[in-house]
T-cell receptor, first 111, second 113 residues
Framework: GEDVEQSLFLSVREGDSSVINCTYT??????LYWYKQEPGAGLQLLTY?????DMKQDQRLTVLLNKKDKHLSLRIADTQTGDSAIYFC???????????FGSGTRLQVQP | DADVTQTPRNRITKTGKRIMLECSQT?????MYWYRQDPGLGLRLIYY???????NKGEISDGYSVSRQAQAKFSLSLESAIPNQTALYFC????????????FGPGTRLTVL
């Protein structure tokens, strides 16, 4: 199967780190993505990681990939109120012509 | 100007009506997609097109049809709308290639009464 699973909700305080987790079942996935959806808007690509990488860092964002456990995480350092949004992980598996998205994690940042 | 536009942004209609949602892009991408978003279910793929002559069903295509009128235009039709098609609909595009980065429109909120 190619299900992508995420927890639905995460609440953190401003300035703390946020960690959003995702599990996927297709071990042959080549690319894994994190998208952000702000209220009333479409999804926007945050970052992606190729399957031969363990980690990717981009400013406040750190993506960790554990292929053995089929686990992907997104860490947001120094979380700000502007980071409040829904975060989707997605995978691209060989032989599939489109992405499979998780159900999204709503991040709430409390001041 | 937005690269991926959707019209209308909001629509309320009645059961049994035919509805068309339109998507246009100025990114020059070959690939276009239609998704629907429901609370707690994430995005589900309805149809996708890799070029003007390539149309494919996604995981939830029943009750929907599409037309790829040109590289830049991809429309989604509901032939006879029903209430469980009430959702937020997104169009997306991506360039050909391996990374498959997708660019989303702002969404159309459709309510079927």
């Amino acid at each position: 199967g190619e299900d992508v699973e995420q927890s639905l909700f995460l609440s953190v305080r401003e300035g703390d780190s946020s960690v959003i987790n995702c599990t996927y079942t297709d071990s042959s996935s080549t690319y894994l993505y994190w998208y952000k959806q702000e209220p009333g808007a479409g999804l926007q690509l945050l970052t992606y990681i190729f399957s031969n990488m363990d980690m990717k860092q981009d400013q406040r964002l750190t993506v960790l990939l554990n292929k053995k456990d089929k686990h992907l995480s997104l860490r947001i350092a120094d979380t700000q109120t502007g980071d409040s949004a829904i975060y989707f992980c997605a995978e691209r598996a060989p032989g599939r012509r489109a992405l499979t998205f998780g159900s999204g994690t709503r991040l709430q940042v409390q001041p | 100007d937005a690269d991926v536009t959707q019209t209308p942004r909001n629509r309320i209609t009645k059961t049994g009506k035919r509805i068309m949602l339109e998507c246009s892009q100025t990114k020059g991408h070959d690939r276009m997609y239609w998704y629907r978003q429901d609370p707690g279910l994430g995005l589900r793929l309805i149809y996708y097109s890799f070029d003007v002559k390539d149309i494919n069903k996604g995981e939830i295509s029943d009750g929907y049809s599409v037309s790829r009128q040109a590289q830049a235009k991809f429309s989604l039709s509901l032939e006879s709308a029903i209430p469980n098609q009430t959702a937020l609909y997104f169009c997306a595009t991506s360039p050909s290639g391996n990374t498959d980065t997708q660019y989303f429109g702002p969404g159309t909120r459709l309510t079927v009464l």
